[in-house]
């Protein structure tokens, strides 16, 4: 009986670790920290440096399953960064990353749409460009493309080009 009960406590914690290294959780505080911009902000870009990569590879987490763009890479539980938006009428919102590394960047929206993005900018850097942004909490990870390894990188939120 004793096996019994160890055997089911073991099974119940590897399940209860797995569900917890599948899937991204937007309520968590961020890492890095959160800024609150509002359409026009100065300096632009904002940038904040980080250290991309964690646990969870995207390509496989059912959290990102809808999610618009393919997701690539490893990321962490809890977003890297957090911006609280005020949106305008004139200026797009661009969200990209600049490393030496190959990055990845996935970003949960205000409406709660999930996007995802490997290389949309320079080089091996991802991009994200919201041509017209909603007001609200982006939630905004950075990931390592090749492995769970962490790597440093800068985030830029900008209203006029990608970083």
């Not at 990102?64 to 911006?83: H, Q, T």
């Not at 994200?128 to 390894?149: E, L, N």
């Amino acid at each position: 009986m004793k096996l019994f009960a160890s055997t089911c406590a073991a099974a119940v914690a590897a399940l209860a670790l797995g569900a917890a290294a599948s899937a991204q959780d937007w309520s968590l505080n961020p890492t890095y920290g959160t800024v609150n911009l509002n359409t026009g902000f100065l300096p632009d870009p904002h940038s904040v440096s980080l250290q991309s990569g964690g646990p969870i590879d995207a390509s496989s987490s059912p959290a990102l399953a809808g999610a618009s763009g393919v997701c690539r890479g490893y990321i962490a539980n809890a977003p890297d960064y957090r911006l609280n938006y005020t949106a305008g009428s004139t200026f797009p919102l661009i969200v990209s990353v600049n490393s030496s590394s190959d990055t990845t960047l996935v970003v949960n929206a205000p409406n709660g749409a999930w996007y995802c993005d490997d290389d949309g900018g320079e080089g091996l850097n991802p991009s994200m460009r919201f041509d017209s942004p909603m007001s609200g909490q982006y939630d905004i990870w950075v990931g390592t493309y090749g492995a769970a390894a962490l790597a440093p990188a800068v985030l830029a939120i900008s209203e006029v080009g990608s970083h």
